[in-house]
């Protein structure tokens, strides 16, 4: 009975969390560059009106591409199917590669939530090498503390940003030490505890790049999981390039 609430909480977390005020916005100019949101195991995009209104509001001009990769009414699986998940990040990967080819020099970005964060990196690990990424975001991301970052690294130009909180104790520890990570690591998130330096990024010359954010009481006052798509949270700590 327990198993079943939680896999109930887990759900429905991933479906309520922003859906308030999501209307979406419409593209910018290509031309100034292109951002990618990447949403959680919910895989649709239709709870990032919120994150697009912050871009806009830190001056953001370039194109914004929401991104879908999974099915809404089956979150789990969109998190537990390898498969899935590898043919979803090449196809986010050869989307970016088809822009710097139309735009080449203008700057991508990536912003990943939850899920969306591991496949993130993930299509960042199979971007060809003449394909360069600015900077990626992951907020609140369900990958493994020690999860190897080196290829996507150096993939990345300006800087990986991991934004952790140890208040999303619920989602990213109980549920992934459950259900697991995106990489299929039944283990507290990176999302919640941050990225094990040693081990996840074992190259010192690339460590440069990775900057963690933790969750503080005085910046925010809700760090939980429910916070991923807020207005403010996302204008002030995660749509800044």
């Not at 309520?16 to 649709?44: D, M, R």
């Not at 822009?99 to 991508?108: A, E, L, T």
Request: with cysteine; glycine share 10%.
């Amino acid at each position: 009975m327990k198993t079943i609430t939680l896999i109930i909480i887990f759900c429905l977390a991933f479906f309520l969390a922003g859906c308030s005020n999501a209307t979406s916005l419409s593209h910018g100019k290509p031309e100034k560059g292109a951002v990618w949101l990447v949403p959680g195991i919910e895989g649709q995009t239709f709870l990032t009106g919120d994150v697009e209104k912050a871009l806009r509001a830190n001056n953001y001009e370039g194109d914004i591409n929401r991104y879908n990769w999974g099915n809404p009414l089956m979150p789990l699986k969109n998190l537990r199917n390898a498969k899935h998940k590898q043919l979803q990040s090449q196809r986010l990967a050869d989307e970016l590669s088809e822009y710097s080819r139309q735009y080449p020099g203008q700057p991508i970005d990536m912003i990943g939530y939850s899920g969306g964060a591991g496949l993130a990196v993930l299509a960042l690990e199979k971007l060809p090498h003449d394909v360069r990424v600015r900077n990626v975001t992951l907020v609140h991301g369900a990958l493994s503390p020690e999860y190897d970052l080196t290829e996507a690294l150096a993939k990345i130009d300006g800087r990986l940003k991991n934004v952790y909180s140890s208040a999303d104790w619920l989602i990213l520890g109980i549920g992934t030490r459950i259900f697991g990570t995106v990489d299929g690591t039944k283990t507290d998130s990176a999302g919640m505890i941050g990225f094990d330096l040693e081990k996840s990024v074992p190259d010192r010359s690339l460590r440069c790049k990775l900057e963690q954010i933790p969750w503080r009481w005085d910046q925010h006052r809700w760090g939980g999981h429910l916070t991923l798509y807020d207005y403010k949270f996302n204008r002030d700590y995660v749509t800044t390039f």
